[in-house]
Each structure stands twice: as C-alpha cells, then as structure tokens.
T-cell receptor, first 112, second 114 residues
Framework: SQELEQSPQSLIVQEGKNLTINCTSS?????LYWYKQKYGEGLIFLMMLQKGGEEKSHEKITAKLDEKKQQSSLHITASQPSHAGIYLC????????????FGQGTTLQVKP | NAGVMQNPRHLVRRRGQEARLRCSPM?????VYWYRQLPEEGLKFMVY????????ESGMPKERFSAEFPKEGPSILRIQQVVRGDSAAYFCASSSYDRGTEAFFGQGTRLTVV
C-alpha cells in the first residue's frame, strides 16, 4: 500500500524566515494535494499537483512535484504568524476512487 | 455556496452509547468521503459514498461503524456502542467527481467518549 512520509514532523521558525516541508511517497504519485489545518479546525485546500516537474504558487507558498512524481515540497517565503498550523500532504490512491492517503502532517510554529 | 457542513462540531458520548455524525456536502457534489484523525496521527480514510451507494469501505472498522448517504439528506456516520478508542476528529469531504479535483473538507466533528 502507498505511504506518505512528511518531514520534518514539526518546525519552529522566526517570522520572516523561509521554510520547506517535504512529502515523500513510497509509490508514484498521480495527484498530490497540500492542505493546511488550524488546530481544532478543518482542512483548507492549498494546491494540487499532477504533472512531473509541476510547480504552483499562491501568495507566499510554492509547491513542487519532482520529475519522478514521488516527492513534493512546500516552500513558504518570508513566513508570518498566519502561516502557523499543520500542513498535510495527501495523494490520490490507486484505483481511481478519489480517496486520499495522507502523510502524518508537519506542525509549523512561527515566532513573531 | 455553503461549504461542507458537519454537525455537531463537538459530541460527547458515554461508553456504550451511539454517536451519529452528519455531513452535508457542497451543493452539486455527489461524492462523500469520511476520514478519522486520531490524536497524534494523520488522517485515515474510512469510507467513500455516492448517493445511496457505498463505493469503498475498506477503511471502516468491521464492527460498530456504518455509513450511509441517502437520496435525500446528509451523509451519516454511525458508531454504535462507542468505546474510548473512538475518541477522535471525524472529517467529511465532498467532491464533484472521483479524481483530479480537490476535495473540500468540513470543519470536522470531535467525538469524545467518556
């Protein structure tokens, strides 16, 4: 079965610093999704990547999918306290059912 | 267009009671997915439903758990005879088709079994 591993598990950065979160899959990714979760709340969709080498940006967040489609990274530029939360990567599972397999999450704290 | 609506947001049940969690998908969405998030763990898929059909229930515990998505009304995740280990956040997601589009998540229902 496919597994997603995120690194690091937790991260504390000073406001204004850049950071990167990685998501590595045990199998080829057919669709990779990044979500953000505030503690005690639901998941907010950030970005979806499907093609090898694809890169998408929204405001200060950039997500990339490597050419081999087994690893994705999420990069935040000039972090702000509003970026704090849990970042989850999710992948389409084999079988075309639409269900997602998630990594264990990366908890980000941004110190003002 | 309201998002995915889950209720209640918080639910407390005593051991042995039943828990009913409701999910109303986004308007126009016919695919519903339920996930469970245990403390200190990631989201785990439970069940995938379309109207009146269970498509994939490979993540559902074999006993005490059931789900439905009737022709009219919300999707229901039902847990019978709850135990402490059922305490978790339960999330519902909906999408318009089964691959290639993002699934929108509800705010979740936090179940606490005392």
């Amino acid at each position: 079965s496919q597994e997603l591993e995120q690194s690091p598990q937790s991260l504390i950065v000073q406001e204004g610093k850049n950071l990167t979160i990685n998501c590595t899959s045990s199998k080829t990714l057919y669709g990779l999704y990044w979500y953000k979760q505030k503690y005690g709340e639901g998941l907010i969709f950030l970005m979806m990547l499907q093609k090898g080498g694809e890169e998408k940006s929204h405001e200060k967040i950039t997500a990339k999918l490597d050419e081999k489609k087994q690893q994705s990274s999420l990069h935040i530029t000039a972090s702000q306290p509003s970026h704090a939360g849990i970042y989850l990567c999710g992948a389409d599972s084999p079988g075309n059912t639409g269900k997602l397999i998630f990594g264990q999450g990366t908890t980000l704290q941004v110190k003002p | 267009n309201a998002g995915v609506m889950q209720n209640p947001r918080h639910l407390v049940r005593r051991r042995g009671q039943e828990a009913r969690l409701r999910c109303s998908p986004m308007k126009g969405h016919s695919h519903v997915y339920w996930y469970r998030q245990l403390p200190e763990e990631g989201l785990k898929f439970m069940v995938y439903l379309q109207k009146e059909n269970i498509i994939d229930e490979s993540g559902m515990p074999k006993e005490r758990f059931s789900a439905e998505f009737p022709k009219e009304g919300p999707s229901i995740l039902r847990i019978q005879q709850v135990v402490r280990g059922d305490s978790a956040a339960y999330f519902c997601a909906s999408s318009s088709y089964d691959r290639g589009t993002e699934a929108f998540f509800g705010q979740g229902t936090r179940l606490t079994v005392v």
